[in-house]
T-cell receptor, first 112, second 112 residues
Framework: ETGVTQTPRHLVMGMTNKKSLKCEQH?????MYWYKQSAKKPLELMFV???????ENNSVPSRFSPECPNSSHLFLHLHTLQPEDSALYLC???????????FGPGTRLLVL | QQQVKQSPQSLIVQKGGISIINCAYE??????FPWYQQFPGKGPALLIA?????SEKKEGRFTISFNKSAKQFSLHIMDSQPGDSATYFC???????????FGTGTRLLVSP
C-alpha cells in the first residue's frame, strides 16, 4: 500500500446529501491532486494543489469543493451531486508539481 | 491535442506469453511517458516511465518502447504471469507541467 490513504473507501449518498472525502499523504509531498475515474474513460484530473494553494481547477462543477488545509491533507466536499457523479475518486500526491504521482486507493462513490 | 489514445481496451494472454499495449499521442511537447498498473480496489501505481531521449527502457519483465517520429509508445510484458492481470494506463505530460494526460486503460488478463 502507498503512503496515500483515503477515507471512506466506499460512500453511498443521496442527491441532497453533503459529504466529504478525505485524503492524507505521509510522504512529505508538496503537491496533491484529485482525479475522477469512470468506467471506460480516462482518469480525469479535477484539482491540483501545490503547497496548499490551488493551481488547477479543471472545469469542475461547483458541487465539488476542494479544501487543502496543509500539504498532508486534502478534502473533497460534495453537495447536491448527480447520479452521473458516481465514480471512483482518486487522490494522488507528488514531491513537486510535475513529478511522479503516487495514488491512494480511492473512494468508490455511488450517488442515488 | 491533449489526448492519449490507448489500445487494446482488453487483452487476454496465455501465461508465459508477451503482452503488448500501445499508446499514441499528438502533442509533441509531451516529454514524460509513464505507465501505471491498477489492481481492483487499488489506486494506480507507477510501473515504469520513459523520456523521449531514449527509445527503450527495460525494468525486469517490463519494457517501454518509444517511437518519437511516430508519436507512439508501448508497454511489453515478457513472460506474462497471472499476477500481472490488472488494468494498465499509459500517460503523458509536458516538462514542468502538472497535468498527466491518461489513456483509457487496458484490462489485461493472463490465463494460467
Amino acid at each position: 500500500e502507498t503512503g496515500v490513504t483515503q477515507t471512506p473507501r466506499h460512500l453511498v449518498m443521496g442527491m441532497t446529501n453533503k459529504k466529504s472525502l478525505k485524503c492524507e499523504q505521509h510522504l512529505g509531498h508538496n503537491a496533491m491532486y484529485w482525479y475522477k475515474q469512470s468506467a471506460k474513460k480516462p482518469l480525469e484530473l479535477m484539482f491540483v494543489y501545490n503547497f496548499k494553494e490551488q493551481t488547477e481547477n479543471n472545469s469542475v462543477p461547483s458541487r465539488f469543493s476542494p479544501e487543502c488545509p496543509n500539504s498532508s491533507h486534502l478534502f473533497l466536499h460534495l453537495h447536491t451531486l448527480q447520479p452521473e457523479d458516481s465514480a471512483l475518486y482518486l487522490c494522488a500526491s507528488s514531491p513537486k508539481l510535475g513529478e511522479t504521482q503516487y495514488f491512494g486507493p480511492g473512494t468508490r462513490l455511488l450517488v442515488l | 491535442q491533449q489526448q492519449v489514445k490507448q489500445s487494446p481496451q482488453s487483452l487476454i494472454v496465455q501465461k508465459g506469453g508477451i503482452s503488448i499495449i500501445n499508446c499514441a499521442y499528438e502533442n509533441t511537447a509531451f516529454d514524460y511517458f509513464p505507465w501505471y498498473q491498477q489492481f481492483p480496489g487499488k489506486g494506480p501505481a507507477l510501473l515504469i516511465a520513459i523520456r523521449p531521449d531514449v527509445s527503450e527502457k527495460k525494468e525486469g519483465r517490463f519494457t517501454i518502447s518509444f517511437n518519437k517520429s511516430a508519436k507512439q509508445f508501448s508497454l511489453h510484458i515478457m513472460d506474462s504471469q497471472p499476477g500481472d492481470s490488472a488494468t494498465y494506463f499509459c500517460a503523458a505530460s509536458e516538462k514542468g507541467f502538472q497535468k498527466l494526460v491518461f489513456g483509457t486503460g487496458t484490462r489485461l488478463l493472463v490465463s494460467p
